[in-house]
């Protein structure tokens, strides 16, 4: 069976450093985290600009707060349950492929998401 592995595996193993998918996942997450968040503050502060009185662009942050911890705490725990043999396997790299893909996804869309819903919403009700 063919494996295949990102640019950043192989880079990895030819410079010698020990494959763990686990703080590769970690990795991935607390830079996503980062996104997120300046991404949260950039379009909920654009929300807040423009909307005059309404305290749905304040409950917007609220939602995208509580709906980045759950989904962030799972990844770390799918990927901090390998032993540490399974975490330098390679045939891990497809399950990382898919997880690193859904969590980049929700860093990037969740903010312009739930915070498009909530502006939709503003000028529904006003």
């Known amino acids: 069976m063919a494996k295949?592995?990102?640019g950043a595996e192989k880079a990895s193993l030819s410079a010698g450093k020990p494959l763990d998918w686990r703080k590769r996942m970690s990795d991935h997450i607390?830079?996503?985290?980062?996104?997120?968040?300046a991404?949260?503050?950039f379009v909920t502060m654009s929300a807040?600009?423009?909307?005059s009185g309404s305290l749905l662009p304040y409950f917007a942050l609220v939602?995208?707060?509580?709906?980045?911890?759950?989904?962030?705490?799972r990844f770390e725990k799918r990927w901090n349950r390998l032993s540490d043999e399974q975490a330098a396997d390679?045939?891990?790299a497809s399950?990382?492929?898919h997880d690193r893909m859904w969590l980049w996804i929700m860093a990037i869309s969740l903010p312009l998401l739930?915070?498009?819903?909530?502006?939709?919403?503003?000028?529904?009700?006003?």
Do not use: N
Request: hydrophobic fraction near 55%; include cysteine.
């Open 90 to 92: 390679p045939s891990f």
């Open 63 to 73: 939602v995208l707060v509580v709906a980045i911890i759950p989904a962030c705490r």
């Open 48 to 51: 807040l600009h423009t909307t």
């Open 39 to 41: 991404l949260q503050i």
């Open 95 to 97: 399950y990382y492929r």
């Open 4 to 6: 295949a592995w990102d």
């Open 114 to 126: 739930v915070t498009g819903t909530f502006k939709l919403l503003a000028l529904a009700f006003s």
């Open 30 to 37: 607390a830079y996503a985290l980062l996104t997120y968040t």
